[in-house]
Nanobody, 115 residues
Framework: VQIVESGGGLVQPGGSLTLSCVMH????????MSWYRQSPGKQREVVAL???????FYPDSVKGRFTISGDTKKNTLFLQMNNLGPDDTAVYYC??????????WGRGTQVTVSP
């Protein structure tokens, strides 16, 4: 399985981005899927979780601002991020689980929030 994330970039505070994740070699909707992020000097953390039964989980740090969704026809997982702030600057990854990923990490996609 190869995971490819895209959609990151430089955005001003208060801006929005939509990240995409494609898993080559499997289909995502048979797994609980998460978006993770890692900032320099910090551990990788889950920022959005989509269960196979469609229930979602978000930590307080992003709740109300981030939305995880999936398109089964495109086998693509999305992360809509609104009202971004400097603390959201990180490399974003997708993978299975809630802190217990099954597959090798992709390269991630860099999100930088700066004036």
């Amino acid at each position: 399985v190869q995971i490819v994330e895209s959609g990151g970039g430089l955005v001003q505070p208060g801006g929005s981005l939509t990240l995409s994740c494609v898993m080559h070699g499997t289909i995502f909707d048979i797994y609980d899927m998460s978006w993770y992020r890692q900032s320099p000097g910090k551990q990788r953390e889950v920022v959005a979780l989509l269960y196979t039964h469609q229930q979602q989980f978000y930590p307080d740090s992003v709740k109300g601002r981030f939305t995880i969704s999936g398109d089964t026809k495109k086998n693509t997982l999305f992360l809509q991020m609104n009202n971004l702030g400097p603390d959201d600057t990180a490399v974003y990854y997708c993978n299975t689980g809630n802190g217990d990923p099954m597959f090798p990490w992709g390269r991630g996609t860099q999100v930088t929030v700066s004036p």
